[in-house]
């Protein structure tokens, strides 16, 4: 369906770590950085960085054609379901009620109008993270169209620490007064903020060349755009909260066929992270030691480095 989309399967590992910060804090412990409670590893969400790789786009390509951001602060996505419908002649599609908005879909179809592949052709053209991660877009889904949900051909998993982390919860002042009242009580604050004194993290990627094709048209432009978003997502979000986060190490496993040639599974495990010998708690990433047993990649398949 789409001539330009990727024809290659691929599979990726993305080494990154922090430095006195939190990472990824879970909302219902207060913000504490996320951790499974079974083996303490530290834990960073898929939509964590899936919001890095965002943001890092929409600042490089500041809304160009083709490179919208379909999921952002504080814009409404119905406003952008909005377009999708304009573009097939249905205006503020996200105001009518379901019964008119299906009546008037239908109403195109009677005359030959496909309506399905034409919203979705504008969406994945448009917005640069549809075509990448897909996405659930409510209003195509409330006008019955069964383009409602469309899966990307890019997935991360959640990403693990290497090895299980030891969280820091650190005191902090405050002396900035909001009011005369607080002024008249007390002179200062007191808070605390929770840091990982240093974490090295595992995060595995998808990449299906099958999905490009039918659904999205995810194109090696985009793939090239995609490994620069991942190299830089922390370098244009910086905050204190973070600390002193990188992207060390991204390894791409490409396969020679549309489906692949190997299990993702068996590509991961060629890929391994130890401490040194010698190094008794690890504090920066030259203390660990990063290795792909080549011998082991099947045939069919081709590793790349970049970082």
């Known amino acids: 369906m789409f001539e330009n989309a990727i024809k290659n399967r691929y599979e990726f590992v993305i080494l990154f770590d922090v430095v006195n910060g939190n990472p990824n804090g879970d909302p219902d412990i207060g913000n504490m950085p996320r951790i499974d ?15 890095k790789i965002r943001n890092y786009v929409e600042s490089l390509k500041e ?12 814009v409404p996505l119905n406003r952008s379901d ?39 052709y504008f969406m994945v053209s ?4 549809i075509r990448t991660f897909g996405a659930v877009m409510t209003t195509m889904v409330k006008g019955n169209l069964n383009c409602g949900q469309i899966r990307g051909p890019v997935q991360l998993g959640f990403s693990h620490s290497v090895e299980p982390i030891m969280p820091r919860e650190v005191g902090i002042t405050r002396v ?5 009242a607080d002024a008249e009580k007390k002179g200062m604050a ?5 840091i990982v004194p240093y974490g090295l993290y595992r995060c595995e990627g998808y990449i299906s060349a099958n999905l490009a094709r039918k659904t ?11 490994w620069e978003a991942i190299l830089n997502m922390f370098e244009t979000d910086r905050s204190a909260a973070r600390g002193n986060m990188a992207v060390r190490k991204l390894i791409i496993f490409k396969h020679e066929s549309e489906m692949g040639n190997a299990p993702a599974w ?13 190094v008794e708690v690890a504090r920066k990433y030259s203390d660990y030691e990063v290795t792909v047993d080549e011998a082991a990649v099947p045939k069919g398949v081709t590793v790349e480095y970049r970082g």
């Not at 809304?63 to 504080?74: L, M």
């Open 216 to 226: 999205t048209g995810f194109s090696e432009e985009d793939l090239e755009l995609l």
């Open 37 to 51: 409670p079974e083996t303490n590893q530290g834990i960073v969400t898929d939509v964590c960085l899936k919001r």
């Open 190 to 194: 007191m808070g605390q903020k929770f």
């Open 266 to 278: 068996k590509l991961f495990d060629t890929v391994k992270v130890r401490r040194l010998d010698g």
């Open 126 to 129: 448009n917005f640069f993270d």
């Open 63 to 74: 809304d160009a054609t083709g490179y919208r951001i379909y999921i952002k602060d504080n």
């Open 82 to 120: 909005n377009e999708g419908f304009s573009y097939v002649g249905i205006e503020n599609a996200a105001a009518l009620e379901n019964k008119e908005l299906i009546k008037a879909v239908k109403a195109l179809k009677d005359d030959g109008v496909s309506v399905d592949e034409q919203v979705r």
């Open 176 to 180: 900035a007064i909001t009011t005369e």
